[in-house]
């Protein structure tokens, strides 16, 4: 078997149970029939993708607004439908205690209940057999002289430790930076030398996440991804792709290239090998296109990359790199990069029982036309729900 194939075999990307609801702009979230009214329903969409694309095994909660009574129950659903539930995200950003941060937060009591709140995550872990915990924090100041920087990160470091105290054997920290948004002037995790600070202070089971949309203009992601993975540090990912801000677009949407030039790096780095510990989930928000088909787009996208880059000549790149053969290196980064790999995944899809097409066997399958005459009545899901 090549490595191409054994690429894709190891290849395993979570969906964010969120991305199945109802999503859209600061002035409006676009309601569309057959939308999710239960993380169950969610769970029943995820599945079709992995069903049709064998890549997606695993559903990203989001907590509370995923909270059920009963774990197990849902994993086993999950389970019967051919997936399981994986990373458990919390949400430190939607209560109104929060509005001066959140485990950064001056008061103590804000700092106790965001601590609480993780540590009844990580219970739900215990529930579901998740081995991450995924924390994005939306502290920060939006003027200078608001907070006190440094005593801001004093009191991050100090909630941080107390988190990971519970954090059980095979279970994981993961901590994820973002620049902006939606504090404006001084984000208390705004990039990924502050996150490897405070989770290499935590210790070992302390990881970084990245967010492919979480970062400046310009900013040369795939250069992370390389130090982050040197240093054994880099978690997980959240895949998505931004023009201007935080756009949470279908990744590879916005910058094919990108995408394949950071896959090289995981690839370089041992990132997707089977014992790498990296994770690979999107993190997006379908505002006017269909949830499911923009999900399977995203994953195939992600895979067509990571066999295109798995196709650089590394032997070539070498010898060109080190005889300072500027054009060559590049030509064979670029000829990887153009290779039309379609048919060959259409292949290895055939070859595991899954349609060459699965965008193609999602419109012919009626699943759509199924769940928009089930999912009548109730409350849709969107984000925030």
Known sequence: MSSIETLMDNLKIELPSWAFGNAGTRFKVFGTPGTPRTIREKIADAATVHR????????????????????????????????????????????DDYKFGSLTH???????????????????????????????????????????????????????ATIYQHIGEGQRLVLEYKFFEPATYMTDVPDWGTAFAQVSALGERAMVCLDTGHHAPGTNIEFIVAQLLRLRKLGSFDFNSRFYADDDLIVGAADPFQLFRILFEVIRGGGLDADSGVALMLDQCHNVEAKIPGQIRSVLNVQEMTARAAMVDLDALTEAQENGDVLTANSVFMDAFYTDVRPRLARWRAEHGLPEDPMAAFARSGYQRQIEAERVGGAQSGWGA
Not at 53 to 77: F, K, M, N, Q, S
Not at 85 to 95: A, H, Y
């Open 52 to 95: 049709l694309t064998g890549l997606a095994p695993t559903v990203a909660l989001h907590i509370p607004w995923d909270e059920v009574a009963d774990y197990r129950a849902l994993g086993a659903y999950a389970e019967d439908l051919g997936v399981r539930l994986g990373t458990v995200n919390s949400n430190t950003f939607q209560d």
């Open 106 to 160: 001056i008061d103590k009591k804000v700092r106790e209940k965001a601590i609480d709140h993780h540590l009844a995550c990580i219970e739900v872990m215990a529930e579901t057999g998740s081995t991450d915990l995924k924390i994005w924090l939306a502290d920060g100041t939006n003027y200078p002289g608001q907070g006190d920087i440094r005593g801001r990160q004093d009191r991050l470091a100090e909630s941080l």
